[in-house]
Antibody
Framework: QVQLQESGPGLVKPSETLSLTCTVS?????????WGWIRQPPGKGLEWIGT???????YYNPSLKSRVTISLDTSKNQFSLKLSSVTAADTAMYYC?????????????WGQGTMVTVSS | QSALTQPPSASGSPGQSVTISCTGT?????????VSWYQQHPGKAPKLMIY???KRPSGVPDRFSGSKSGNTASLTVSGLQAEDEADYYC??????????FGGGTKLTVL
């Protein structure tokens, strides 16, 4: 059974870099699938942040592309998100998830999410 | 890229059917058969309910069905049950390696 778990600081200061990690269990991420990050501001809808393929290829939301980096650590079976120059608008629940059958497809397995607040 | 347009709310009585729309453009919903629907209960992660416009993952009741016409996709929930009360989101592949979600619809079971 594949499971995803987000981890990282719950509070980040404005202008700093948000860093989160998603640990995958029950499946080796180097074997396949696309792995993504999605966020949800309090009381608002979902926003796709970006996705990484098991090969390391990355795909980013154009509106966030200049500030986002997603990377893999296959030795730890993890993938990570870095979002630079954060502001209060980046306060959100951050989810990691797996694309179900390919990049074009939706997300079939989600982590429980981790809340990140941007505040001084 | 703009978010897909969903009605903020929808409602129905137990046993009834309700349909939620998701309107995009020919660059996303209308251009690809890669529309998905998610159910999200308060404080929980989203759950995939429909993929590739009409397909249901294993374990999703057949009361949930999806369709698409032009630039608008729809999710229909038949035989409404109390546990169907949740937020529902659509998503679509948007070309050029982009992905877009809808703004969400709060479904209330009266």
């Amino acid at each position: 059974q594949v499971q995803l778990q987000e981890s990282g600081p719950g509070l980040v200061k404005p202008s700093e870099t948000l860093s989160l990690t998603c640990t995958v269990s029950g499946y080796s991420i180097s074997s396949g699938f696309y792995w993504g990050w999605i966020r949800q501001p309090p009381g608002k809808g979902l926003e796709w942040i970006g996705t990484i393929y098991h090969s390391g290829s990355t795909y980013y939301n154009p509106s966030l592309k200049s500030r986002v980096t997603i990377s893999l650590d296959t030795s730890k079976n993890q993938f990570s998100l870095k979002l630079s120059s954060v502001t209060a608008a980046d306060t959100a629940m951050y989810y990691c998830a797996r694309h179900s059958r390919g990049f074009y497809e939706g997300f079939d397995i989600w982590g429980q999410g981790t809340m990140v607040t941007v505040s001084s | 890229q703009s978010a897909l347009t969903q009605p903020p709310s929808a409602s129905g009585s137990p046993g009834q059917s309700v349909t939620i729309s998701c309107t995009g453009t020919s660059s996303d919903v209308g251009g690809y058969d890669y529309v998905s629907w998610y159910q999200q209960h308060p404080g929980k992660a989203p759950k995939l309910m429909i993929y590739e416009v009409t397909k249901r993952p294993s374990g999703v009741p057949d009361r949930f069905s999806g369709s698409k016409s032009g630039n608008t996709a729809s999710l229909t929930v038949s035989g409404l049950q109390a546990e169907d009360e949740a937020d529902y989101y659509c998503s679509s592949y948007a070309g050029s390696n982009n992905f877009v979600f809808g703004g969400g619809t709060k479904l209330t079971v009266l």
